[in-house]
């Protein structure tokens, strides 16, 4: 199965700041990566697919990039509802492994 | 709008069995698969599976393969997700979500989630 892993675990941020978050997969999974943010007792919501395109309605300071193995999420100034965790998700084979997840705290 | 509308908490035993609905609406359901993803208390995201409800192909985590079954009912628009044989590393929260309906795929709406406790 294909493992991802990301990191940081935890990130200390400013408002203003801009954040990366990187996610890397065991093997090549071309561009089937997606991202994810979650809060507190919700459930998941999708930021980007296929590795560099934006959900509709996401904020335009979101940001993915890479292909193959090394994949990051930018959010280029972080604002007050950023701060949740960040999961990665491949879907290039049948286990559709997630990272283990990136919280974003306030510095 | 697109929804999807899982059914309420549940407290079982160990060695028992769970099934959680979610009841799709606001697009058409058989365009699209749902997979259950878990997340056990504070701890990351958990791939448990996938079904079309196109054509009703399964795909399942290999961890769970064995004890879980997932199904779709097409005349409501729901689809159930069953884990048997309990154990207390089950408690979660179970989510569904919206999939593609031919094989891998990101996730694009989710369910509100259902806890599971499992405790003797």
């Known amino acids: 199965d294909i493992q991802m892993t990301q990191s940081p675990s935890t990130l200390s941020a400013s408002v203003g700041d801009r954040v990366t978050i990187t996610c890397r997969a065991s093997q090549s999974i071309s561009s089937w990566l997606a991202w994810y943010q979650q809060k507190p007792g919700k459930a998941p919501k999708l930021l980007i697919y296929?590795?560099?395109s934006l959900e509709s309605g996401v904020p335009s300071r979101f940001s993915g990039s890479g292909s193959g193995t090394e994949f990051t999420l930018t959010i280029s100034s972080l604002q007050p509802d950023d701060f949740a965790t960040y999961y990665c998700?491949?879907?290039?084979?049948?286990?559709?492994?997630f990272g283990q997840g990136t919280k974003v705290e306030i510095k | 709008q697109v929804q999807l509308v899982q059914s309420g908490a549940e407290v079982k035993k160990p060695g028992a069995s769970v099934k959680v609905s979610c009841k799709a609406s606001?697009?058409?359901?058989?365009?699209?698969?749902i997979s259950w993803v878990r997340q056990a208390p504070g701890q990351g995201l958990e791939w448990m599976g996938w079904i079309s409800a196109y054509n009703g192909n399964t795909n399942y985590a290999q961890k769970l393969q064995g004890r879980v079954t997932m199904t779709t009912d097409t005349s409501t628009s729901t689809a159930y997700m069953e884990l048997r044989s309990l154990r207390s590393d089950d408690t979660a929260v179970y989510y569904c979500?919206?999939?593609?309906?031919?094989?891998?795929?990101?996730?694009?709406?989710w369910g509100q989630g259902t806890l599971v406790t499992v405790s003797s």
């Open positions: 998700q491949q879907y290039n084979s049948y286990s559709r492994a």
């Open positions: 296929k590795a560099s």
């Open positions: 979500a919206r999939a593609g309906p031919l094989g891998p795929s990101y996730f694009d709406y």
């Open positions: 606001g697009y058409t359901f058989t365009s699209y698969g």
